[in-house]
């Protein structure tokens, strides 16, 4: 992972998996990780920054819910366990958008936490699971025209 200014993450051609439109998927969250950790770093107020990490939390759904119906429409077998992970993640990332409130220096504290886990947790995610959901689809010769 290559960081650019302020933490900001930088697309890297290596988290590739070969699926476009998961691919794009995974570009936008990085987007939108980057828009949040933006708005920690610009001082916007703990608004701005919730509405930011919502934005992130709806996009991840809307991922992670594509992400399973390609799996449950290609009988991946490690369906069951990548269901597990999205909601694992889904779960710590609710807490830390309920966690937001007005006080004096509460959104830097979010926006730490926030950053360890999504900057872990998605390039983790990319280059693992969904590295192997690629080469199973590619294995099986599965392709995939349009989600």
């Known amino acids: ?72 429409k290609a009988n991946y077998p490690g369906l069951k366990d990548q269901i597990v992970g ?8 609710a807490e830390i958008i309920n966690d937001i409130d007005d006080r004096e220096n509460h959104h830097l504290k979010f926006t730490n936490e926030a950053e360890s886990l999504l900057r872990d947790w998605l390039i983790e995610h990319i280059v693992d699971s969904d590295t192997q959901i690629s080469k199973y689809l590619e294995k099986h010769k599965i392709i995939v025209l349009e989600m």
């Open 1 to 72: 992972m290559r960081e650019i200014s302020k933490g900001l993450i930088e697309w890297d051609d290596r988290w590739l998996v070969g699926v476009d439109a998961i691919d794009k998927d995974h570009k936008r969250l990085i987007d939108l990780i980057n828009e949040l950790f933006t708005s920690k770093y610009r001082a916007y107020g703990f608004k701005d920054i919730r509405q930011n990490a919502q934005h992130l939390m709806d996009y991840t759904n809307y991922h992670f819910e594509r992400e399973e119906q390609l799996m449950k």
């Open 86 to 93: 999205h909601r694992k993640m889904q779960q710590q990332a």
